[in-house]
């Protein structure tokens, strides 16, 4: 119980300063794009050299972008699709992603337009 409240508490933090980011920018409710993507999460060195690992977390979402002029609010709901078991029954979390599971991102950033 007390970790279900734990998880509803940061989801509402997370939606509390989504939307005030989004009122303080000026950004309507509506958001401008929404995007589904694909993702694969890992470092280049699991991939190449000596010692390489089979750590990275794979992802599909759907993510809402709230954009003004170059500054953005990317915010995502989507499902790791990646297995949390080894075949030696160690779990493999990249970057605490332990999967399959549900996940949430949010990005806030600026972009500048070059063409």
Known sequence: M????T??????LAIMLAGWLLAASGCAVVPNTVR???VHQSHM???FGAHQTNYGAQYAEVVAR???KGAYVDLGQGYNLSPGLHNDWTMSCPGGLCGPRELTTVAIGYEWQLK
Do not use: C, F, P
């Open 7 to 12: 998880i509803l508490t940061g989801y509402l």
């Open 36 to 38: 589904l993507e694909g």
């Open 66 to 68: 709230w954009q003004m």
């Open 2 to 5: 007390k970790r279900t409240l």
């Open 45 to 47: 060195g699991q991939h």
